[in-house]
T-cell receptor, first 109, second 115 residues
Framework: GQQVMQIPQYQHVQEGEDFTTYCNSSTTLSNIQWYKQRPGGHPVFLIQLVKSGEVKKQKRLTFQFGEAKKNSSLHITATQTTDVGTYFCGTGNTGKLIFGQGTTLQVKP | DVKVTQSSRYLVKRTGEKVFLECVQDMDHENMFWYRQDPGLGLRLIYFSYDVKMKEKGDIPEGYSVSREKKERFSLILESASTNQTSMYLC??????????????FGDGTRLSIL
């Protein structure tokens, strides 16, 4: 079945540094969704990408969908302590999602 | 705002017990899902449902069953709890939209410990 691999599993950064997490698949993806889970919280939807090469921005967050629709990335510019959490990518159709393993971001103030 | 409510935040049960985890959503969503979350393994789909009385197996259905008697409620049942079912369980719901995907809205989770 469809699988997505997410790297890295963990990332520690100094506040103000940039951060990127990657979501990769061996098959073409119809779409990709990104979620953020704060420590002790539940996953919260951030964005969905559906078009080849699509780039979307939310303040300091930049989301990209690869040209071949086999990979996606989430980049955070100048991290803040509020960015701490686990970021998941998910893909699927007919409503069902397969999630990556998640990338846990720690930010040192 | 969508509200997905899980009946318990923390639950402790014994091996062999039948365990019920309840989930209710208030936005008339057609789709409902049960996941378990374990460190390093991400979110794994146990069961999902596209409508009342309908259920589909996810990636790890063994040892679990579900019930969807009403549209707003989706119950996860551990038929005979075992220690390897100790985990965080997350319920989610979403609107139905044909072949495409809508955002999933998650509950706060139930941290279940089986002793």
């Amino acid at each position: 079945g469809q699988q997505v691999m997410q790297i890295p599993q963990y990332q520690h950064v100094q506040e103000g540094e940039d951060f990127t997490t990657y979501c990769n698949s061996s098959t073409t993806l119809s779409n990709i969704q990104w979620y953020k889970q704060r420590p002790g919280g539940h996953p919260v939807f951030l964005i969905q990408l559906v078009k080849s090469g699509e780039v979307k921005k939310q303040k300091r967050l930049t989301f990209q969908f690869g040209e071949a629709k086999k990979n996606s990335s989430l980049h955070i510019t100048a991290t803040q302590t509020t960015d701490v959490g686990t970021y998941f990518c998910g893909t699927g159709n007919t409503g069902k999602l397969i999630f990556g393993q998640g990338t846990t971001l720690q930010v040192k103030p | 705002d969508v509200k997905v409510t899980q009946s318990s935040r923390y639950l402790v049960k014994r091996t062999g017990e039948k365990v019920f985890l309840e989930c209710v959503q208030d936005m008339d969503h057609e789709n409902m899902f049960w996941y378990r979350q374990d460190p390093g393994l991400g979110l794994r789909l146990i069961y999902f449902s596209y409508d009342v009385k309908m259920k589909e197996k996810g990636d790890i259905p063994e040892g679990y069953s579900v019930s969807r008697e009403k549209k707003e409620r989706f119950s996860l049942i551990l038929e005979s709890a075992s220690t390897n079912q100790t985990s965080m369980y997350l319920c989610a719901s979403s609107l139905s939209s044909g072949d495409s995907n809508q955002p999933q809205h998650f509950g706060d989770g139930t941290r279940l410990s089986i002793l």
